[in-house]
């Protein structure tokens, strides 16, 4: 299973980015996917996930506007950023959990993408 992210980079404060996450190999299915950050001298934090039934979950920092999606035919997963603030500066990890057989469901990662924001 490979996770690769793109869609990263440079913007003004109040722009908007739209991040991918691109899943390959996958055996079954993806259940949950998700999306991390880690800002530089911090700890990875949650951003947003989404549940294979399309049910959502935002942490309070980027509730109203961020939005996470998926494509569950092509195995992508995405994220929306709008009115975005120099504090959401970090590298953007995306993780899915993977249906497996004979074993339990197992999370993958990708390398991450940056996003700077600039004031």
């Known amino acids: 299973v490979q996770v690769v992210e793109s869609g990263g980079g440079l913007v003004q404060a109040g722009g908007s980015l739209r991040l991918s996450c691109a899943a390959s190999g996958i055996p079954y299915r993806v259940n949950a996917a998700g999306w991390h950050r880690q800002a530089p001298g911090k700890q990875r934090e949650f951003v947003a996930d989404i549940r294979s039934g399309g049910s959502t979950n935002y942490s309070d920092s980027v509730k109203g506007r961020f939005t996470i999606s998926r494509d569950n035919t092509n195995n992508m997963v995405y994220l929306q950023m709008n009115s975005l603030k120099p504090e959401d500066t970090a590298v953007y990890y995306c993780?899915?959990?993977?249906?497996?057989?004979?074993?339990?469901?197992?999370?993958?990662w990708g390398k991450g993408t940056l996003v700077t924001v600039s004031s």
């Open positions: 993780n899915v959990n993977v249906k497996l057989q004979y074993v339990p469901p197992r999370d993958y």
